[in-house]
């Protein structure tokens, strides 16, 4: 049977200390790496059963200010989501 479609929920993301346009350019950039790396085949299976993470706590990761910055920011994050929940 092949999976195809992931639906992967963010209750809720906390960006405090960040600016409006920053925090856009997280958010997007967040959204395509996730997209991205969801998108492939081996993770789609990896990751064909359910399962929850409460909290995932990605530890300290350096970031640069603004908006091309902030979103390369986004883009780490997602990969570490990635490599923080395995299924």
Do not use: N, Y
């Not at 998108?39 to 706590?57: C, F, G, I, N």
């Amino acid at each position: 049977m092949g999976v195809s479609r992931i639906l992967l929920a963010i209750d809720r993301l906390v960006l405090k200390g960040f600016e409006p346009a920053d925090r856009k350019a997280l958010v997007e950039g967040l959204e395509s790496e996730l997209s991205r790396l969801l998108a492939d085949p081996a993770t789609r299976r990896q990751w064909a059963r359910s399962h929850r993470t409460p909290v995932l706590r990605l530890g300290r990761m350096p970031i640069e200010p603004g908006p091309a910055a902030t979103r390369k920011f986004g883009s780490s994050v997602a990969r570490a989501i990635k490599k923080g929940l395995k299924p």
